[in-house]
């Protein structure tokens, strides 16, 4: 059995910076990609960023130049710094990876149970 475990949440002025974490933990062979996905109310769940086992990232549109992505392989961990957030950043976070739980099993996507960001303004 898999678990991802969100951390770093909470409400924060505009502005402000916050850094939210995932660890993977239980029966993992290897962990590939791992990302951070974002759902506001009323919109559908949107990419926020997505980094490979060997460390290359990607960023959606509304967040590139202010967030970063970044990844523990020792730890099983993936890392959200969030800087200059704005109102609309405002969303449930949901942390994302794939992972093999056997070397002759594929990976499989699991989901962590996401934590709130709140930006005031």
């Known amino acids: 059995q898999v678990q991802l475990v969100e951390s770093g949440g909470g409400l924060v002025q505009t502005g402000g910076s916050l850094r939210l974490s995932c660890a993977a933990s239980g029966s993992i062979f290897r962990v590939g990609a791992m990302a951070w996905y974002r759902q506001a109310p009323g919109k559908q769940r949107e990419l926020v960023a997505i980094?490979?086992?060997?460390?290359?990232?990607s960023y959606g549109d509304s967040v590139k130049g202010r967030f970063t992505i970044s990844r523990d392989n020792a730890k099983n961990t993936v890392y959200l710094q969030m800087n200059t957030l704005k109102p609309e950043d405002t969303a449930v976070y949901y942390c994302?990876?794939?992972?093999?739980?056997?070397?002759?099993?594929?990976?499989?996507?699991?989901w962590g149970q996401g934590t709130q960001v709140t930006v005031s303004s």
């Open positions: 980094i490979t086992s060997g460390g290359s990232t």
């Open positions: 994302n990876a794939q992972i093999a739980i056997r070397y002759s099993s594929g990976y499989n996507s699991f």
